[in-house]
């Protein structure tokens, strides 16, 4: 059964600090990129920092390069993302993604994901 499942999600205070993760069932995790996405209400989704199978490779976007720490375990099939300085601005759902499997460029477009989680709400107030 494939499956992303992410957690973590939670309401806190503009300058806190959060920890999404997102543990996978998932075939060859260990060969795919994983990313993580937000949408707000309203707006599109948005692509927001992806890494490469072996770590050695991750990509965020403009809007949240400083602030946001994308790690993964393969060991676990695990990923995280970690989002410090929280502003209200960064209130949205998260969702993580597998891309396919023996692709080793991390990229931060949605087309390239064909597996999703259900996603974690993080809410900030101000």
């Known amino acids: 059964h494939v499956q992303l499942v992410e957690s973590g999600g939670d309401s806190v205070q503009a300058g806190g600090s959060l920890t999404l993760s997102c543990v996978a069932s998932v075939l060859n995790y260990d060969e795919r990129c994983v990313a993580w996405f937000r949408q707000a209400p309203g707006n599109k989704r948005e692509g927001i920092a992806a890494?490469?199978?072996?770590?050695?490779?991750?990509k965020y976007a403009d809007s949240v390069k400083g602030r946001f720490t994308i790690s993964r375990d393969n060991a676990k099939e695990m990923a995280n993302l970690r989002i410090d300085n929280l502003q209200p601005e960064d209130t949205a759902v998260y969702y993580c993604?597998?891309?396919?499997?023996?692709?080793?460029?991390?990229?931060?477009?949605?087309?390239?994901?064909?597996?999703w989680g259900q996603g974690t709400q993080v809410t900030v107030s101000s």
């Open positions: 993604a597998a891309g396919t499997s023996g692709v080793y460029n991390p990229n931060l477009s949605s087309d390239r994901y064909a597996i």
């Open positions: 890494i490469s199978p072996d770590s050695g490779t991750v």
